[in-house]
């Protein structure tokens, strides 16, 4: 089984989550040396926005390993098992 941190179908938004991370520091910075403390918070809160979207997806990432090791496990045992994947973006 391959060890990854995100489900394939979150990656590409965990790496936007990511970049906005990686990008808004240097602009909270700024604001705050001028001053502008109201748009350094909107600042701080889209950084934790995006912890918080990374870390549901890892969460996310978590509960399908763990179904399928039982899924595994389960047909190790002869147990005649299939994981079926729905798409919850309806």
């Given at each position: 089984m391959k060890l990854t941190l995100f489900r394939e179908e979150d990656f590409e938004n965990a790496c936007r989550e990511q970049k906005i991370i990686e990008q808004i520091p240097d602009e909270l910075i700024n604001h705050t040396k001028q001053g502008n403390y109201a748009a350094a918070e909107l600042c701080a809160e889209e950084i934790i926005e995006s912890i918080r979207e990374?870390?549901?997806?890892?969460?996310?990432?978590?509960?399908?390993?763990?179904?399928?090791?039982?899924?595994?496990?389960?047909?190790?045992?002869?147990?005649?098992?299939?994981?079926?994947?729905?798409?919850?973006?309806n």
């Open positions: 990374i870390r549901k997806m890892q969460g996310a990432k978590r509960e399908h390993d763990k179904l399928v090791q039982l899924v595994e496990n389960l047909t190790r045992q002869g147990i005649e098992i299939e994981l079926v994947k729905i798409n919850a973006s």
